[in-house]
């Protein structure tokens, strides 16, 4: 099978679209928010409390889903998974982070089995103080 990767830079994003024989698989974003402009509050208290600046730019997983989205996507795609493709997609998205001089990359999540991968990456889990939310929240300083 062959997989191919696919990266479209725009000003505060990057769009990982991925390929499986020809066809359309999966999807990941990055993108570049600003502490205190667009991050949310809940986040910007946690990233200053951790030592970061209001105007400090982080990076943010907003989609990953390489090997596609489905609903009931664990049981699905289990035979596509541990086979380095989101590795690779992370690994490229941490060298766009140091290229651009970011310390602060986090994810949020509400996929459990995520939390393997993120954990696996060096991502620590934070739990955020207020937060109502199914979703985990996954943090790693660069």
Same mark, same amino acid.
């Given at each position: =099978?062959?997989?191919?990767?696919?990266?479209?830079?725009?000003?505060?994003?990057?769009?990982?679209?991925? @390929?499986?024989?020809?066809?359309?698989?999966?999807?990941?974003?990055?993108? &570049? %928010?600003?502490?205190?402009?667009?991050?949310?509050?809940?986040?910007?208290?946690? &990233?200053?409390?951790?030592?970061?600046?209001?105007?400090?730019?982080?990076?943010?997983?907003?989609?990953?889903?390489?090997?596609?989205?489905?609903?009931?996507?664990?049981? $699905?795609? @289990?035979? @596509? =998974?541990? @086979?380095?493709?989101?590795?690779?997609? %992370?690994?490229?998205?941490?060298?766009? $982070?140091?290229?651009?001089?970011?310390?602060?990359?986090?994810?949020?999540?509400?996929?459990?089995? =995520?939390?393997? &991968? $993120?954990?696996?990456?060096?991502?620590?889990?934070?739990?955020?103080?207020?937060?109502?939310?199914?979703?985990?929240?996954?943090?790693?300083? %660069?």
């Amino acid at each position: =099978m062959k997989t191919n990767i696919e990266k479209d830079n725009s000003y505060n994003t990057i769009d990982y679209k991925v @390929q499986k024989n020809g066809k359309d698989a999966g999807t990941a974003q990055l993108e &570049f %928010l600003e502490i205190g402009e667009n991050v949310g509050e809940l986040m910007d208290d946690l &990233f200053t409390k951790k030592g970061h600046k209001s105007g400090e730019v982080v990076a943010h997983i907003s989609d990953f889903y390489p090997h596609g989205w489905r609903a009931d996507s664990y049981e $699905c795609l @289990q035979d @596509q =998974m541990r @086979q380095g493709l989101g590795t690779e997609i %992370l690994e490229d998205m941490l060298q766009e $982070c140091t290229k651009k001089g970011i310390s602060l990359l986090y994810i949020s999540t509400d996929i459990h089995y =995520m939390e393997n &991968f $993120c954990e696996k990456h060096d991502f620590k889990n934070t739990k955020i103080p207020g937060l109502n939310s199914e979703a985990i929240y996954f943090v790693k300083e %660069l």
